[in-house]
T-cell receptor
Framework: GAVVSQHPSWVICKSGTSVKIECRSL??????MFWYRQFPKQSLMLMAT?????????EQGVEKDKFLINHASLTLSTLTVTSAHPEDSSFYIC?????????FGPGTRLTVL | AQSVTQPDIHITVSEGASLELRCNYS??????LFWYVQSPGQGLQLLLK??????LVQGIKGFEAEFKRSQSSFNLRKPSVHWSDAAEYFC????????????FGTGTRLTIIP
């Protein structure tokens, strides 16, 4: 139980395009989902917290207009990187939390050319 | 605000040897503490967690951790490591139950030598 999936697992895009990453909780309902960003050999940095049916809460320094988060249902949250640039290349990881614990997805590797 | 320190960036141990990964936290109230493992290019897997009660916590894959309030520590241990334990290990602290926002340490990379 408590499986979280992400799609795609990797994506390569051209600079200026937008990329959508999906995060799904497969066997439980997640009232809260989190989006993290991880640079090579570094720790996870929380980008935003999303609650189903409400606006996401972004961490300081994260551009909400660039990283659009939608949490339309209790099992799906999406992160859209708008007008991506090479500096947005990173490993993006989501987690889903029914309550009291986070379950992590396998991550999405984004490369912007 | 809470913070987590993992003093060791990289540790190398021989297969079969014991392991201890250090984690210190800073938080004003009772913390919720976690250890996660990450293999290259993968997401995070929960090894163990401490919420309350017995301060020695048993986890998966033979790992254990001990919560020491007086030292603000939550060190991870394993009596005998296997080559498959080579990975990145992250300690994390959360706030009150129900608010699951986590703060992660910088991670410790574990290398196993034959």
């Amino acid at each position: 139980g408590a499986v979280v999936s992400q799609h795609p697992s990797w994506v390569i895009c051209k600079s200026g395009t937008s990329v959508k990453i999906e995060c799904r909780s497969l066997d439980f309902q997640a009232t809260t989902m989190f989006w993290y960003r991880q640079f090579p050999k570094q720790s996870l940095m929380l980008m935003a917290t999303s609650n189903e049916g409400s606006k996401a809460t972004y961490e300081q320094g994260v551009e909400k207009d660039k990283f659009l988060i939608n949490h339309a249902s209790l099992t799906l949250s999406t992160l859209t990187v708008t007008s991506a640039h090479p500096e947005d290349s990173s490993f993006y990881i989501c987690s889903a939390s029914p309550r009291g614990e986070q379950f992590f997805g396998p991550g999405t590797r984004l490369t912007v050319l | 605000a809470q913070s987590v320190t993992q003093p060791d960036i990289h540790i190398t141990v021989s297969e079969g040897a014991s392991l201890e990964l250090r984690c210190n936290y800073s938080y004003g109230a009772t913390p919720y503490l976690f250890w996660y493992v990450q293999s290259p290019g993968q997401g995070l897997q929960l090894l163990l967690k401490y919420f309350s009660g017995d301060t020695l916590v048993q986890g998966i894959k033979g790992f254990e951790a001990e919560f020491k309030r007086s030292q603000s520590s939550f060190n991870l241990r394993k009596p005998s490591v296997h080559w498959s334990d080579a990975a990145e290990y992250f300690c994390a602290v959360g706030m009150n139950f129900g608010n699951e926002k986590l703060t992660f340490g910088t991670g410790t990379r574990l290398t196993i030598i034959p």
